[in-house]
């Protein structure tokens, strides 16, 4: 089942857990740079961290499954 992933960039603790969980579930490695999706440091701005999905990712939901800060959050898409 695909899922829309709601981001809540302001909960974002900066673990990169859904980095690794991605990086595992599609390419057998805890690399975060092989995660269909990114978090980055906004230390700049209000949110410190900025979460983005590629045009890879599968919508699995694993991410945000594992996700303990609840910055993921996994809905139902609507068809």
Do not use: H
């Amino acid at each position: 089942m695909a899922w829309k992933i709601a981001i809540m960039a302001e909960r974002c603790t900066g673990c990169r857990i859904c980095q690794l969980i991605c990086s595992w579930a599609n390419k057998k490695s805890f690399q975060p740079l092989n995660a269909y999706l990114q978090v980055q440091s906004e230390e700049e701005k209000e949110v410190i961290f900025a979460i983005s999905f590629d045009q890879n990712c599968k919508k699995c939901g694993l991410c945000a499954s594992y996700c303990a800060s609840g910055a993921l959050v996994k809905e139902r898409e609507v068809s």
